[in-house]
C-alpha cells in the first residue's frame, strides 16, 4: 500500500513515461521538484509537476495531455497502484495561454482518498542545455516501473533556476532553500563561472534564506518527507544548519564570479 506522497510521485513518472512516448525529447525539459526528486535524490516529494515545453502549440498541448489522462492503458496502469480514477480537469478554467498552461488534478484512491496534483506547462525558454537520461532504477525499483528516457535540467542549471526564484517569488518558499542546499553537494563550482547575479543579488539571496522560519519549512517542506527522513528534518537546529549551509554555498559562488 502507497501513502499519499508516493502515489503523487507514481502518478507524475507515469506521466512521464507516456510523455515520454509522445512528445519529441527535444521540445520538453522537466524542472522544479520533481527533476531533483528523480534524478538528485531529493528527500521532499513533490505536490506537482513542472515542465518547460518549446515549439508545440497551446492547443496541440492540451489535446496531447487530455489524450493521455483519458487513455484507458494509463488510467488502467494507475489502477495497479491503487488509483481507481483520475479527475481531469475543466479546461473551460484552466489556465491555457501561450506562456503557461495548467492542468488541475485529482486522484482518487481504492481506499477512499482524495489527492490533489498539478502539471504545468512554461513557455518561458529553455535554461541551458538540457539532459536526456533514464530515471534511476533506484527510484524506479520501489515501484516496479521500466526505465525510460526524460528530457531535464541537470543541476547548474537547477541552482541558477532556484536562485532566481529565491530573488524573484514575492514569499520565499522554504523549499526552494533546501533544494539549493541539497544540490550544493552534487555540483561543481567550476560550472558557475559568469553567472548573470551580481553582488547585490547574492547578498539578497542571503538575506532572504535568513528570513524563512522553522514552522514554514515545517509545514511546506518537512510534511513532503518520508517518515524517517522527518525526524532527521523536522527540528529548527536542522533548519538553520541547512539555512546556514546553503548561505554557505551562495557566498562560494560570489567568490568564483566576482
Known amino acids: 500500500m502507497y501513502n499519499q506522497l508516493q502515489l503523487r510521485e507514481i502518478f507524475h513518472i507515469q506521466f512521464l513515461r507516456y510523455m515520454a512516448a509522445d512528445f ?15 534524478f538528485f535524490k531529493s528527500n521532499r516529494y513533490s505536490e506537482d509537476i513542472d515542465i518547460d515545453v518549446k515549439t508545440i502549440s497551446v492547443d496541440s498541448l492540451k489535446k496531447k495531455v487530455i489524450k493521455i489522462l483519458i487513455s484507458p492503458s494509463f488510467i488502467n496502469n494507475l489502477k ?3 488509483i481507481r480514477e483520475i479527475k481531469i480537469p475543466d479546461l473551460t478554467k484552466a489556465k491555457q495561454t501561450d506562456t503557461t498552461q495548467r492542468f488541475k488534478i485529482h486522484l482518487l484512491t481504492s481506499t477512499g482518498g482524495d489527492y490533489f496534483t498539478k502539471i504545468e506547462f512554461s513557455r518561458r525558454g529553455f535554461t541551458g542545455a538540457l539532459f536526456v537520461e533514464s530515471i534511476p532504477a533506484s527510484v524506479l525499483r520501489q515501484y516496479g516501473i521500466m526505465p525510460f528516457l526524460v528530457s531535464h535540467y541537470p543541476g547548474y542549471i537547477a541552482v541558477i533556476q532556484k536562485i532566481s526564484a529565491i530573488l524573484s517569488r514575492q514569499s ?8 539549493l542546499y541539497l544540490l550544493s553537494s552534487q555540483v561543481k563550482l567550476s560550472e558557475f563561472k559568469n553567472l548573470f547575479f551580481t553582488k547585490r543579488d547574492f547578498l539578497k539571496v542571503s538575506e532572504n534564506i535568513m528570513s524563512v522560519d522553522f514552522y514554514l519549512f515545517r509545514d511546506l517542506v518537512v510534511e513532503y518527507m518520508s517518515d524517517e527522513d522527518r525526524k532527521i528534518y523536522g527540528s529548527p537546529v536542522a533548519w538553520d544548519d541547512i539555512k546556514l549551509k546553503t548561505i554557505s554555498f551562495i557566498e562560494e559562488l560570489e567568490k568564483i564570479n566576482e
Open 24 to 38: 519529441p525529447l527535444g521540445v520538453w525539459s522537466l524542472k522544479g521538484g520533481v527533476n531533483l526528486r528523480l
Open 80 to 82: 495497479t497502484f491503487g
Open 172 to 179: 520565499i518558499q522554504p523549499r526552494d532553500i533546501f533544494d
